[in-house]
């Protein structure tokens, strides 16, 4: 997400950060090429207009131009005010003081709410809350069903509908069953148009005055740009919404619709959608998607995620084999497969400050399926291959890409990576050596 505004944007304080002395004239310069990123990023016009203002303003006094460091001062200032301009700090969501909670997902079709709802199912049972998920979807019946599978994945209660085709009675019988079975929240995923219609909005309001939300968030794609914007301003301003929950974040490049919401309704990004899976749901902190956006990095994101799928005393072990150089294939196999549950490979690698930067990883697009190759070549390597890489000499490589049904070529790459890996994580165990990754200092 936000891929070819950051790129843009880091050009463009690359040259201020080179100027010993800013002007006026420099910052206005800079203004200009800043706008037009963020208008080519697809964020609202008069978003964009009144924030180049304020950063105009901010920008052109004397404790910025007269400083040491100007250029870092003006970076400041950018990423302070995107932090304002997403909300300032993340919302959480309010359960209130009814048992079962509802909260009632709205939005247009094919926005992604049936799939958001067992993602956000999947969060709150995290927190140790019984959910219960219902669908009134009565015009889609592949909703219902949808719902059905993937809430069993998640580990939620479902409510059965059948021979039920009322929304209204469904979301009432619903509400009574979860109270019942003693269920923390219902989750209600409504039925949704391609595009907003007058009898729509008329079933949502039934359905909001009869269970009374604690909460009511909007599903927006992120996808649709500006488009997203507009539907959300229309729905709260006829149904009254409480938040957002923006969709595909993992696919759009822009990223103008999550930088424009909140200035235009009013009403925050509580959560992003970041992948397919039922975990791929993150809480939206807009603190670390300005820093993201700039290039710096979400380490606090990667250390959650991080924190969220290793074992510690795993760890440990892990740490002890790099310093003592024993990091071998299996190690280097199994590291691979905890990237695989942090999520997508692109993803991590937006969290790490100065990785976008580095010389290796330019004009590399990130493959989550080379993970899957690289995993199939360990596995037909025997177990001494596997604890001594320099005993695969020419003849082992052959059959080790004919039992994977990859190329030798394909087995060079990954040991030349697997060595890589050794040599970086080896000087991340050293002494300052993670504070120079920090940094992106770390040659690859």
Do not use: W
Not at 86 to 105: D, H, K, T
Not at 343 to 350: E, K, M, P, T, V
Request: proline share 2%.
């Amino acid at each position: 997400m936000f891929d070819n505004l950051t790129e843009k944007l880091d050009g463009i304080f690359q040259k201020l950060k080179a100027r010993g002395r800013l002007d006026e004239n420099n910052i206005a310069s800079a203004l200009r090429e800043i706008r037009i990123a963020l208008l080519e990023a697809d964020v609202n016009f008069k978003v964009v207009k009144d924030l180049i203002e304020e950063i105009r303003s901010r920008s052109v006094g004397r404790e910025v131009l007269e400083s040491i460091t100007p250029g870092q001062q003006v970076v400041k200032i950018v990423h302070d005010r995107l932090v304002e301009l997403m909300g300032g700090v993340s919302s959480s969501l309010r359960f209130g003081s009814r048992i079962p909670a509802p909260i009632m997902l709205v939005g247009l079709q094919g926005s992604g709410k049936t799939t958001t709802a067992v993602k956000l199912a999947s969060v709150l049972i995290k927190q140790r809350k019984r959910v219960y998920l219902v669908s009134v979807d009565v015009y889609r019946p592949a909703a219902i069903e949808q719902l059905k599978v993937l809430g069993r994945q998640a580990g939620a209660g479902i409510f059965d509908s059948a021979g039920i085709s009322d929304p209204l009675a469904i979301c009432t019988q619903a509400m009574e069953e979860a109270r019942r079975n003693g269920y923390d929240v219902i989750v209600i995923d409504t039925a949704g148009r391609l595009h907003v219609d007058e009898q729509m909005m008329e079933e949502l309001i039934r359905l909001r005055d009869a269970v009374h939300p604690s909460e009511t968030l909007f599903v927006a794609d992120a996808m649709t740009g500006q488009i997203a914007v507009n539907v959300a301003a229309a729905f709260n301003d006829r149904l009254g919404i409480d938040g957002v929950i923006m969709t595909k974040m993992d696919g759009d490049a822009r990223g103008g619709a999550a930088l424009s919401l909140k200035a235009v309704i009013g009403k925050p990004i509580k959560f992003i959608g970041i992948g397919e899976k039922i975990d791929a749901l993150e809480v939206f902190h807009p603190e670390r998607m300005a820093s993201r956006i700039l290039g710096m990095g979400d380490i606090l994101s990667l250390v959650e995620k991080a924190q969220a799928t290793v074992d510690e005393k795993e760890a440990r072990e892990l740490e002890r084999k790099i310093r003592k150089n024993e990091f071998n294939l299996n190690d280097f196999r199994d590291q691979l497969n905890q990237i695989k549950k942090m999520g997508s490979l692109s993803d991590i690698i937006g969290m790490i400050p100065g990785m976008n930067k580095m010389k290796a990883l330019k004009d590399v697009t990130p493959d989550d399926k080379e993970l899957v190759r690289i995993a199939a070549i360990i596995d037909s390597m025997t177990r001494k291959e596997r604890l001594n890489y320099l005993i695969i000499d020419g003849q082992r490589r052959k059959r080790i890409a004919k039992g994977s049904g990859t190329t030798v070529q394909d087995v060079n790459r990954l040991l030349k990576s697997y060595v890589e890996m050794r040599k970086m994580m080896k000087k991340m165990t050293a002494k300052g050596g993670m504070k120079s990754f920090m940094r992106g200092k770390l040659p690859f």
